[in-house]
C-alpha cells in the first residue's frame, strides 16, 4: 500500500534561517503529492502540490520537488518566518479517493 | 464560499452519551472524508464517502456511523461515546481532477472529550 514518511519534529530555527523538512514515499504508480500546513487551532490547508515528476510546487516562498528516483518531495524555504511557526504535513494520492498522510511536522520559530 | 464548515466546534460528552457532528460543503464536491486527530498519530481517516447516497469505511471505522444523504452534507454519528474517542474531528472534501491532484479541503475541527 502507499505509505508517506516525514521527519520528526519539532524542528525549531531561529527566524531567517534556511528550513528542510524531509519527506518520502511508497506508491504505485504516479501519485500526485502535497504539502499541508496546519496553523494553531485550525484545520490543515494546501501549501503546495504537485502532479508529475520532476515538477515544482511554490507557494509563500515554500517549494518542494517532485523526485521520481529518490520517491522525495522535500519541503523548502530560504528564510523562515515566526509566523511559519505550524505543523506540515506531506501527503500524497494515488486515484484511490483516499489521500495518504505522513504524521506531521512541528516547525518553531523563534524570533 | 464558506468553504467546508463543521458544527459543533466543541462538545463534552459523558461516556455511552450519543452525538451527530455535522459537516457541510459549498463546492459541490463529490468526495468528502472524516477524520481523526490524536497527538503524535497524524491524521486517520474513519470513513469517507465518494458522493451522496455512498459511504464508504477508512482505517478507523469502529464506533463510528456516517450519512450522506446530500452532496452537499456528510455526517459522523457516535452512538455510545468511549474515552478512547476524544479526539479533535475533521472533516474534508475534494473534487476529483484525473490529472491535477485532489486537493482536500478542510473544515475548522471539533474538539470532542468524553469523560
Known amino acids: 500500500g502507499n505509505s508517506v514518511t516525514q521527519m520528526e519534529g519539532p524542528v525549531t530555527l531561529s527566524e531567517e534561517a534556511f528550513l528542510t523538512i524531509n519527506c518520502t514515499y511508497t506508491a504505485t504508480g504516479y501519485p500526485s503529492l502535497f504539502w499541508y500546513v496546519q496553523y494553531p487551532g485550525e484545520g490543515l490547508q494546501l501549501l503546495l502540490k504537485?502532479?508529475?515528476?520532476?515538477d515544482k510546487g511554490s507557494n509563500k516562498g515554500f517549494e518542494a520537488t517532485y523526485r521520481k528516483e529518490t520517491t522525495s518531495f522535500h519541503l523548502e524555504k530560504g528564510s523562515v518566518q515566526v509566523s511559519d511557526s505550524a505543523v506540515y504535513f506531506c501527503a500524497l494520492e494515488g486515484g484511490s479517493y483516499i489521500p495518504t498522510f505522513g504524521r506531521g511536522t512541528s516547525l518553531i520559530v523563534h524570533p | 464560499n464558506a468553504g467546508v464548515t463543521q458544527t459543533p466546534k466543541f462538545r463534552v460528552l459523558k461516556t455511552g452519551q450519543s452525538m451527530t457532528l455535522l459537516c457541510a460543503q459549498d463546492m459541490n464536491h463529490e468526495y468528502m472524508y472524516w477524520y481523526r486527530q490524536d497527538p503524535g498519530m497524524g491524521l486517520r481517516l474513519i470513513h469517507y464517502?465518494?458522493?451522496?447516497?455512498?459511504?464508504a469505511k477508512g482505517e478507523v471505522p469502529d464506533g463510528y456511523n456516517v450519512s450522506r444523504l446530500k452532496k452537499q452534507n456528510f455526517l459522523l454519528g457516535l452512538e455510545s461515546a468511549a474515552p478512547s474517542q476524544t479526539s479533535v474531528y475533521f472533516c474534508a472534501s475534494s473534487h476529483r481532477h484525473p490529472d491535477r491532484g485532489d486537493t482536500q479541503y478542510f473544515g475548522p475541527g471539533t474538539r470532542l472529550t468524553v469523560l
Open positions: 504537485a502532479t508529475k515528476a520532476d
Open positions: 464517502s465518494v458522493g451522496e447516497g455512498t459511504t
